[in-house]
């Protein structure tokens, strides 16, 4: 048995009909960007989520960087940003020239923990950049407190995590700005690239709109340096297609978490991650390297596991297991080798090796298994035991 980290092959045999349509709809209506497909998009984008302005950009790492720049950070700004995620969380303040200021992450969700932030503020931060990675929302309540104490803007970077709430609200449209992805690996992925950002302010939903097209609200009229940050009008006819399938999708993956959580729960040597919810502390110190399957817990029950990530301890037992499971023919990937803060392009901020030892450990330890909406429970049985026995083996 084959069996990918991620496919849309499915998926979009289901669809192909109506992406069909959206698609023939698109070349005769002879507009192909920014036109009346983006424009139903953003509206429908925005009563779905309860977000008050939605601009549809080229994609979510542009959609940070305008994020960012509408909230006029630039030299000499910092932003806080976890060292554990996607590299444009944090790629997106240094293009800006801004300098990202990273903080650890809590070992029970793997997001940013709100003390780590609070310890992170200076008198040069201009924003926090909360990631909510894997589909889980970060703390997000100690976060806003954190930052509404400070005067402080908070960025959601929501890549990962669309359609996970946070109470009754969707995680997005807590902070001053929240930016989506429709990479195709997404909870909604569209069939290349794009992004969302969202908003309840009115004067930023301007700008963020102006900044898309150049800085020009009338035509070759630049008010302030923008870019081409403009979605198609494919992308967003292909996402107005699968926008009311999300639901489904979303209870799909959460099935699928529930099965491997189930099919765990039969191994003497797979655990949960931690006992409780530890966002909100600072990280404690724990150096068990016992050779265990760490499960990913959940302190938000609206985790949409965009990713199932569970560690592997013990010292090169997670690559030795990856290697073993891609011989087998189960695809797993490493979300991420190597926090932000020890990457080559970040050596001049000055970090070393052992600053976050959460994030390092991480890199050293995690595992994603395919969870993707299509998957069959068979497939996800069969990648759970051909883990326990090979975890067992090595
Ligand atoms: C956490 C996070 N932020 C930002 C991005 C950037 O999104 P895009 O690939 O649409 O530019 C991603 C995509 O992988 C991501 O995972």
Not at 109 to 121: D, F, R, T
Not at 158 to 177: I, N, W
Not at 354 to 363: K, L
Request: hydrophobic share 40%.
């Amino acid at each position: 048995m084959t069996i990918p980290i991620f496919s849309l092959k499915k998926q979009h045999e289901m669809l192909q009909v109506k992406l069909s349509e959206a698609f023939h709809r698109v070349l005769a209506s002879g507009s192909y960007i920014l036109g009346p497909e983006v424009d139903s998009w953003e509206r429908e984008f925005g009563d779905f989520f309860g977000a008050q302005y939605a601009i549809g950009v080229s994609s979510g790492s542009d959609a940070l960087l305008l994020a960012l720049q509408a909230l006029g950070v630039g030299p000499g700004d910092e932003v806080i940003v976890p060292t554990y995620t996607f590299f444009a969380s944090a790629g997106s303040v240094a293009r800006l020239g801004a300098r990202p200021v990273f903080v650890d992450s809590a070992p029970c969700c793997y997001n940013l923990s709100a003390p780590a932030v609070a310890q992170a503020i200076g008198p040069k931060t201009k924003a926090i950049m909360a990631v909510h990675l894997f589909g889980q929302a970060a703390d997000m309540e100690s976060i806003l407190q954190v930052a509404q104490k400070a005067g402080l803007p908070v960025v959601e970077d929501v890549a990962q995590a669309l359609g996970a709430k946070v109470g009754d609200r969707y995680a997005g449209t807590l902070g001053t700005v929240g930016c989506f992805s429709f990479f195709p690996t997404k909870n909604l992925g569209a069939l290349g690239e794009g992004g969302m950002v969202v908003t309840r302010d009115e004067q930023l939903a301007e700008k963020l709109r102006k900044l898309r097209v150049h800085g020009a609200k009338k035509k070759y009229f630049h008010e302030e340096v923008g870019g081409n940050f403009r979605l198609h009008e494919l992308q967003a006819a292909f996402l107005r297609v699968k926008l009311p399938r999300i639901a489904d999708w979303l209870q799909q993956r959460q099935r699928n978490a529930e099965a491997y959580y189930r099919m765990f729960s039969g191994s003497s040597t797979a655990r949960p991650t931690t006992k409780e919810c530890v966002c909100n502390q600072t990280p404690p110190n724990d150096s068990t390297m016992s050779p265990e399957i760490l499960l990913p817990f959940r302190c938000n029950p609206s985790h949409t596991f965009n990713q199932f990530v569970l560690r592997i301890s013990g010292a090169g037992r997670r690559d030795r297991l990856r290697e073993a499971l891609l011989a087998r023919g189960v695809g797993t990937e490493v979300y991420y080798p190597r926090p932000l803060h020890v990457q080559e392009c970040f050596r001049n901020l000055g970090y070393r090796e052992g600053d976050f030892p959460w994030a390092e450990r991480f890199s050293r330890e995690t595992l994603a298994l395919p969870i993707y909406p299509e998957l069959e429970t068979g497939e996800i049985e069969h990648v759970a035991s051909e883990l326990c026995q090979l975890a067992g083996s090595l």
